[in-house]
Nanobody, 126 residues
């Protein structure tokens, strides 16, 4: 059974940084991609960044472009999201997701992803 577990969220002041982690277990091979998405109260879920597992390529959505870096430690089966220059509007629940296929990895809201974590809360105060 595939499990996705996020960690690393917390409360920071504006301008601060956080690094989120996503551990993926219980699978033999995920050939597609892993992504970070976020959802603020009353808002639609939106993409933050995607990492293509086979090629190592990345896609960054406009939501946090130039302020985040997505990476993966293959030995640890863990993906990371380094977030810098955080703003109050970045306050949201951040979700990690995995998809078996590379098709539709960069959908705006992650509609095609196969596995989701429960999320980790990020709160940015002004």
């Amino acid at each position: 059974q595939v499990q996705v577990v996020e960690s690393g969220g917390g409360s920071v002041q504006a301008g601060g940084s956080l690094r989120l982690s996503c551990a993926l277990t219980g699978y033999t091979y995920i050939g597609g991609c892993m992504g970070w998405f976020r959802q603020a109260p009353g808002k639609e879920r939106e993409g933050v960044a995607v990492l293509y597992i086979g090629s190592g390529g990345t896609t960054y959505y406009d939501s946090m472009k130039d302020r985040v870096t997505i990476s993966r430690d293959n030995a640890k089966n863990t993906m990371y999201l380094q977030m810098n220059s955080l703003k109050p509007e970045d306050t949201a629940m951040y979700y990690c997701a995995a998809r078996r296929s590379v098709a539709y990895c960069a959908t705006p809201h992650g509609e095609q992803y196969d596995y989701w974590g429960r999320g980790t809360q990020v709160t940015v105060s002004s």
